[in-house]
């Protein structure tokens, strides 16, 4: 059965795009993308000419030009723009310099094994190896959906195994000196780090209006990165409300009096945005020398609000929701370990409830004996 169709795609920028897509052998051809339907129908009529003549065959590419286009049509259309530069660095530096004159049909298993065993023994991390052998595989799947491969030569290989990193953080005790020692001016940014939990991207993103006083939260709409200035968070799970201890609504009560509701909360004298190495470099590392504690990285401070959540009593899903996790599994991933005590509680209850109702545990016989 061959046919031959168009599947139009409302790209994230609010353009229609529309996609020539043809079956025949059991296989799946893309041949082209389109801005104009017209356009689309034009090569829709060529693709079923060929097909009635069986010319159609898998479209014959090296990695480099393949590469080219998955940007092109793929990455630039649908992803954030720091996400698409991080892409084209890992294939500039990694991929294309070890696959891309090879012919997509030629790259097999056991090359790219080899270049993962490469990336290792050259001392690359496992993590960064892993990123670059996931982008290596999406790129490969894609190429199966457009019809240039039948099966992904590294849908067998297997990521490296990851380290365990111990995650650092501070106790409610350090939390406090590191408060106290802050300066009065550089108290609100780093309280705000601590009690909300928000990466670094969000904390300088935040504009007077994004702070709801009277609801005591906090609105994360957008992340800030200097080469790439204001966009939206990583994920949809990253827009979120984040609520506000009682004192920290009052810090930003008095210091956003009358103040512009499009301004940023954080910024230079002149408004504009601070730059993240000089929060960590003039900001938060001398104020941790002043409180007389070990350094920790800015990021840890997120760390730290997860545990002071934890210590309180937030369920897994409350504080996924609040720190923006896509998945409660990455929330379980990086904060299980310190989960078990909030099932003691439940644990004791379950334990009561037998001793209630059995009378005692004289009463209670937990298996029936053995049948002799």
Not at 74 to 102: C, K, M, Q, S, W
């Amino acid at each position: 059965m061959s046919s031959v169709y168009i599947r139009s795609r409302v790209l994230p920028s609010g353009a229609l795009r529309y996609y020539v897509i043809a079956e025949a052998n059991g296989r799946t051809y893309g041949r082209g993308g389109f801005g104009r339907r017209k356009l689309a129908e034009a090569r829709k009529r060529q693709v079923e000419e060929e097909l009635a003549a069986g010319m159609l065959e898998a479209p014959v590419s090296t990695f480099a030009e393949f590469a080219e286009r998955w940007l092109r049509d793929y990455v630039r259309p649908n992803v954030r723009a720091r996400t698409a530069h991080d892409y084209e660095v890992i294939l500039r530096n990694h991929l294309l310099p070890a696959f891309g004159d090879r012919l997509l049909r030629d790259i097999t298993t056991a090359a790219v094994q080899e270049y993962v065993g490469e990336k290792a023994a050259a001392g690359l991390s496992p993590k960064t190896v892993n990123k670059q052998l996931v982008l290596l595989k999406g790129m490969l799947t894609r190429a199966i959906e457009w019809g240039y491969i039948k099966e992904s030569p590294a849908r067998f290989v297997r990521r490296l195994a990851e380290p365990h990193r111990e995650m650092d953080y501070y106790s409610p005790d350090e939390v406090a000196r590191l408060l106290v020692a802050a300066n009065p001016r550089e108290r609100l940014l780093i309280a705000t780090a601590v009690f909300t939990g928000l990466r670094q991207g969000e904390l300088l993103a935040l504009r007077w209006k994004d702070i709801d006083l009277h609801k005591g939260v906090v609105y994360v709409r957008r992340s800030y990165h200097p080469a790439f200035g204001f966009d939206k968070p990583k994920s949809a799970a990253g827009r979120r409300a984040v609520f506000m201890p009682p004192e920290l609504q009052e810090m930003f009560r008095k210091e956003g009096f009358a103040k512009n509701a499009e301004a940023l909360a954080f910024s230079t004298e002149e408004g504009r945005p601070l730059d993240p190495s000089n929060v960590v470099k003039c900001v938060f590392k001398p104020t941790m020398d002043r409180a007389g504690l070990r350094h920790i990285r800015f990021h840890d401070l997120r760390h730290t609000y997860a545990t002071l959540m934890i210590a309180i009593g937030a369920s897994p899903k409350l504080l996924q929701e609040q720190m923006g996790h896509e998945s409660i599994n990455t929330t379980y991933r990086n904060y299980g370990h310190l989960l078990p005590s909030a099932g003691q509680g439940p644990a004791e209850q379950m334990q009561a409830l037998v001793r209630e109702h059995a009378g005692g545990y004289d009463n209670v016989v937990p298996f029936p004996p053995r049948s002799q």
